[in-house]
């Protein structure tokens, strides 16, 4: 029977507790996700269109036109 000595006994119980804290606390540590800040502010959008007045005019002689009929 080989018999293993103290010194080598010692080194496999401070290898093995150490293996099992480093265990414990990885999924504390490098799982966590750090929290996201909210926006400042609401982000909004504006959309400006530019019809020329020939095409105004057009428009505004159709609806009186529809306007008429119906």
Do not use: Y
């Not at 959008?45 to 428009?59: E, I, K, N, P, R």
């Amino acid at each position: 029977m080989a018999r293993t000595s103290r010194k080598r006994r010692l080194t496999m119980l401070a290898a093995s507790a150490a293996l099992a804290a480093g265990g414990a606390l990885l999924p504390t540590t490098a799982f966590a996700v750090p929290p996201v800040p909210p926006p400042d502010e609401a982000v909004t959008m504006t959309v400006h269109t530019h019809v020329s007045s020939s095409l105004q005019d057009g428009l505004g002689q159709r609806a009186d036109a529809l306007a008429q009929k119906g």
